[in-house]
């Protein structure tokens, strides 16, 4: 296995306010076990009542979450660094909604 790398650090908010980050670290290219890790991250969030950002993400991984359907927003912060979040997105017509 490969040196592991940072894809992205995690960023837990509520309301604007950052309570907690960590960074997803892998040895390998982004794959979609990675995206089922970020879908679950965002999934843990929403029932706590927050969301989460990727910071500094690996531009691999953001291309599949976008493949699969996670809607990448981007968010600049006050001190002009960039956040991006990830929500689900919702396709018009789409049976679960």
Do not use: F, N
């Not at 843990?44 to 809607?71: K, S």
């Amino acid at each position: 296995m490969g040196a592991r790398v940072p894809y992205a650090t995690i960023v837990l908010s509520r309301s604007g306010d950052e309570l907690a980050s960590w960074t997803l670290m892998g040895g390998q290219p982004a794959d979609l076990g990675l995206v089922d890790e970020v879908a679950r991250w965002q999934l843990a969030a929403r029932r706590l009542g927050c969301c989460i950002w990727l910071r500094e993400a690996d531009r691999h991984l953001l291309d599949l979450l976008e493949l699969v359907g996670l809607r990448v927003e981007v968010c600049r912060q006050a001190e002009g660094a960039e956040q991006v979040g990830v929500e689900e997105a919702v396709e018009p017509g789409d049976p679960v909604v």
